[in-house]
């Protein structure tokens, strides 16, 4: 069966800081990974996604993630963090065939100055 | 442009009384998915319509849900005999395209609450 671990509940780093999220995916086959942000009083919003190719994704907001299929991960990264990025943060796998998404539990960003 | 809407915003029923949410997604997409995101837990996806095509109603929990999706457009969740564990944020989203290339627009949620 197809899951999604976040195992980072909560993170707080300090503006102007790095940013690493941790995302592990359970899943057979080409999984398609997906990282979205959700804000105090926000709907989710796509922060960037992979189906193949290079396995470097870049995103909005400037994200980054990066793909690597031997350690089934899928880490969400930002060089310097703004205090506008703190929210929650879910990774989601997709199947190729199918309509089924599945999301991790999320990681909550603090971000103090 | 307008996107995704989802009403009502919050909604505090009593155990046992039925809900209607109702999601308007964007005007052209094809597919339309409903989750619910409960306290520490990630979206549980519940069901999925494309065009005209029967709804994937894999992820309902129990009978007591069901969905339906009029003329492609508005998307109306139902949930009977409500209960306490029902409670939740229930969030829709739609996207242009079929499968799961293309990028899903949310709503905002509704949040549910049953005493």
């Known amino acids: 069966a197809q899951s999604v671990t976040q195992p980072d509940i909560h993170i707080t780093v300090s503006e102007g800081a790095s940013l690493e999220l941790r995302c592990n995916y359970s899943y057979g086959a080409t999984p398609y990974l997906f990282w979205y942000v959700q804000s105090p009083g926000q709907g989710l919003q796509l922060l960037l996604k992979y189906f193949s190719g290079d396995t470097l994704v870049q995103g909005i907001k400037g994200f980054e993630a990066e793909f690597k299929r031997s350690q089934s991960s899928f880490n969400l990264r930002k060089p310097s963090v703004h205090w506008s990025d703190a929210a929650e943060y879910f990774c989601a796998v997709g199947r190729q065939y199918g309509n089924q998404f599945y999301f991790g539990t999320g990681t909550s960003l603090t971000v103090i100055p | 442009g307008a996107g995704v809407s989802q009403s009502p915003s919050n909604k505090v029923t009593e155990k046992g009384k039925d809900v209607e949410l109702r999601c308007d997604p964007i005007?052209?997409?094809?597919?339309l998915y409903w989750y619910r995101q409960s306290l520490g837990q990630g979206l549980e996806f519940l069901i999925y319509f494309q065009g005209n095509s029967a709804p994937d109603k894999s992820g309902l929990p129990s009978d007591r849900f069901s969905a339906e999706r009029t003329g492609g457009s508005v998307s109306t969740l139902t949930i009977q005999r409500t209960q306490q564990e029902d409670s939740a944020v229930y969030l829709c989203?739609?996207?242009?395209?079929?499968?799961?290339?293309?990028?899903?627009?949310f709503g905002p949620g509704t949040r549910l609450t049953v005493l």
């Open positions: 005007s052209g997409h094809t597919a």
């Open positions: 989203a739609s996207s242009l395209l079929a499968g799961n290339t293309d990028t899903q627009y």
